[in-house]
């Protein structure tokens, strides 16, 4: 079964930090684009970061620009976002995501993990 | 920045047809994806460039993209529809992917 399971979320302080996992498992991950998308409480879906397949390229909203680091190990079938200086509207649900080229649609798509900020 | 714009609602009779709007400067010479979302659910997609349905999706989802303007169309609505729907593409000139503001489906 293609699979993706997000971890790392929960509640941390103003200025804090935190890393989400994506654990990939059904498909050939390093064959893959793969995304963070999130979604505040009652907002829209937002596009954070994205990395390309051997992870030579890596895209950020704006918002997050020097503050979100995305990464992925393809030995483990992981996809990561190392988040530092945390504010409150970083609070959103964060979805990992993949597509095969950068154009595509996003086909496959974790359950999401949720990270609050606020002290 | 590239900008979507989404109605934030639109409502249907089940079995009539819904359309679903996705505004965009030159859309057209962007390829389109739309997802559906419901409540406490992560999103799924629905339709990949502009047109093209994922393995699952029922034939009653169709789109088209031409000027400024993509449509998502469902056809013969059913209560199951009732969700939220995002268009999304990819904005070569600011390596940025882009999502509308999403649009509510209600079903009457």
């Known amino acids: 079964e293609v699979q993706l399971v997000e971890s790392g979320g929960g509640l941390v302080q103003p200025g804090g930090s935190l890393r989400l996992s994506c654990a990939a498992s059904g498909f050939t991950f390093s064959s893959y684009w793969m995304s963070w998308v999130r979604q505040a409480p009652g907002k829209g879906l937002e596009w954070v970061a994205n990395i390309k397949q051997d992870g030579s390229e890596k895209y950020y909203v704006d918002s997050v620009k020097g503050r979100f680091t995305i990464s992925r190990d393809n030995a483990k079938n992981s996809l990561y976002l190392q988040m530092n200086s945390l504010r409150a509207e970083d609070t959103a649900v964060y979805y990992c995501?993949?597509?095969?080229?950068?154009?595509?649609?996003?086909?496959?798509w974790g359950q999401g993990t949720t990270v609050t900020v606020s002290s | 920045s590239y900008v979507l714009t989404q109605p934030p609602s639109v409502s249907v009779a089940p079995g009539k047809t819904a359309r679903i709007t996705c505004g965009g400067n030159?859309?057209?010479?962007?390829?389109v994806h739309w997802y559906q979302q419901k409540p406490g659910q992560a999103p799924v997609l629905v339709i990949y460039y502009d047109s093209d349905r994922p393995s699952g999706i029922p034939e009653r989802f169709s789109g088209s993209n031409s000027g400024n303007t993509a449509t998502l169309t469902i056809s013969r609505v059913e209560a199951g529809d009732e969700a939220d729907y995002y268009c999304?593409?990819?904005?070569?000139?600011?390596?940025?992917?882009?999502f509308g503001g999403g649009t509510k489906l209600t079903v009457l």
């Open positions: 995501a993949s597509s095969i080229y950068l154009s595509d649609g996003m086909d496959v």
């Open positions: 030159n859309i057209g010479s962007k390829s």
């Open positions: 999304q593409v990819w904005d070569s000139s600011s390596d940025h992917q882009v």
